[in-house]
């Protein structure tokens, strides 16, 4: 899987939307950006994910570049709720496509701050 | 049940002791997932379970480390003769293939080997 770059701790305001950026400049035209997020003494929450197009669900908004190499989650109105460490993770979708396509390759992290 | 229940949520052992960690995946869920979490780290892939299969096991430190699923549902972690380097957060995630989409994870078991 490529190798994600995230910077490893950012504030947000409450209110304000939480922009959290990703590089994964040698993403394979098969690998898709996935969001998870771990919130203090839990596991990981999915969050998101997309292939080449911007995704939007309940919790957020993904928005990939063009040329796929980085991407941005967008969280649109951030509460105290949402400091946690997030991850930007790229992996093959779709089936079964050799070891370790299904697995999970976890970095540091973002480590996001809500500020009251 | 509605999540993936992992048990018990905060283990103490001994150096030299035997563990064993439960996760109840989520019913159906046919691929199952344990992860290591060290402190301040990101998980680290221990090993893959599809059904009852274990397809990987390639993520386990060591041989003292050992994953079981024998019915495809529940799983069993065991770590024999701990040691201090095996303290850290073992979480379990189930999904119901691996045609993407996400993961669905458990809270985790706190190892602390003394």
């Known amino acids: 899987d490529a190798k994600t770059t995230q910077p490893p701790s950012m504030d947000c305001a409450e209110g304000r939307a939480a922009n959290l950026p990703c590089n994964h400049s040698?993403?394979?035209?098969?690998?898709?950006v996935y969001w998870y997020r771990q919130i203090h003494s839990q596991g990981p929450q999915y969050i998101i994910h997309?292939?080449?197009n911007n995704e939007t669900n309940e919790m957020a908004s993904l928005i990939i570049t063009e040329d796929r190499k980085s991407s941005t989650l967008i969280l649109p109105h951030a509460t105290l709720r949402d400091t946690a460490v997030y991850y930007c993770?790229?992996?093959?979708?779709?089936?079964?496509?050799?070891?370790?396509?299904?697995?999970?390759?976890f970095g540091k992290g973002t480590k996001l701050s809500v500020i009251p | 049940g509605a999540g993936v229940s992992q048990s018990p949520r905060y283990k103490v052992a001994k150096r030299g002791q035997d563990v064993a960690l439960r996760c109840d995946p989520i019913?159906?869920?046919?691929?199952l997932f344990w992860y290591q979490q060290a402190l301040g780290q990101g998980p680290e892939f221990l090993t893959y379970?599809?059904?009852?299969?274990?397809?990987?096991k390639s993520g386990l430190p060591s041989d003292r480390f050992f994953a079981e699923r024998p019915e495809g549902s529940v799983s069993t972690l065991k770590i024999q003769r701990t040691q201090q380097e095996d303290s850290a957060v073992y979480l379990c995630?189930?999904?119901?293939?691996?045609?993407?989409?996400?993961?669905?994870f458990g809270s985790g078991t706190r190892l602390t080997v003394v």
């Open positions: 995630a189930s999904s119901l293939g691996n045609r993407g989409g996400g993961y669905t």
């Open positions: 040698t993403i394979s035209g098969n690998e898709y």
């Open positions: 993770i790229v992996r093959v979708a779709g089936g079964y496509s050799g070891a370790g396509s299904y697995q999970l390759t």
């Open positions: 379970f599809q059904n009852e299969a274990q397809l990987d």
């Open positions: 997309g292939l080449k």
């Open positions: 019913s159906g869920h046919v691929s």
